[in-house]
């Protein structure tokens, strides 16, 4: 794939996930080995939802991530650009009513300022055109105090993970893809987007530069997901690092 398919239009890559909407939890199961799970556990943890509070969590695909969030006892906004996977999720979640399903690009979200007791993103800001406009849409309907949690695929530390990682993606998972999913190209851009994307330290930069504070990241499975937490800033309040 050429650095220009990395570039894709936003409408672009959401067609292509309308076209792995019906088979994308089952693959992201197959594909990362049942790790999907646990990251899901630990970016939930991290978010800390708590009774009666408003989350949005961005690209939220069929709505998995959001139900595990609305457990306890959370609103969840789960706000996507792919219309397939919103209709995937409003089919399995339509009995919940703590999960709201809103259509929303991250680069103009359909919120006001200030609305948001925290906001989340699970490998969804890597596929956005414009990460550092997506940020400050975040950072914007976040209230003062809020909570911010990305969960995103990254780059092990170590190179002899780093290399054998990279293989894996070069080689073996398209191969897995042509067996799991429905749509196998798809994750030819899965793969290289995964290379493309910044590293732990890049994207915490690039959460400070739009006001995030409190910025910290650790390594999930060897530093292959990256866990990334930031506050931002009480109204009046001076946060340090």
Wanted: charged content about 25%; some cysteine.
């Amino acid at each position: 794939m050429s650095s220009a398919d990395l570039t894709k239009k936003p409408a672009d890559v959401a067609a292509m996930f309308d076209r792995v909407s019906r088979r994308y939890d089952v693959t992201n199961a197959v594909l990362s080995g049942g790790n999907a799970a646990l990251w899901r556990i630990a970016t939930v943890r991290a978010v800390a939802p708590r009774p009666g509070e408003r989350i949005l969590d961005l690209a939220a695909g069929t709505g998995t991530s959001s139900e595990a969030l609305a457990r306890s006892g959370a609103r969840v906004v789960a706000a996507d650009f792919s219309k397939g996977m919103l209709a995937v999720g409003r089919a399995r979640h339509q009995d919940d009513q703590r999960v709201e399903f809103v259509f929303a690009d991250a680069l103009a979200l359909p919120f006001g300022d200030d609305e948001f007791d925290a906001v989340t993103i699970s490998f969804g800001l890597r596929n956005v055109a414009d990460p550092h406009r997506a940020l400050a849409e975040m950072y914007r309907v976040s209230k003062p105090g809020a909570r911010i949690v990305i969960c995103e695929f990254s780059k092990p530390p170590l190179a002899p993970v780093r290399a054998a990682y990279f293989a894996y993606l070069e080689r073996a998972m398209p191969a897995i893809s042509r067996l799991a999913s429905s749509n196998a190209p798809a994750y030819d851009y899965l793969g290289d987007s995964i290379k493309a994307w910044a590293d732990q330290t890049t994207l915490a930069a690039w959460m400070r530069e739009a006001g995030f504070k409190q910025v910290r990241y650790r390594n999930l499975t060897g530093g292959i997901v990256a866990l990334h937490r930031g506050v931002k800033p009480a109204a009046g309040v001076w946060a340090s690092e």
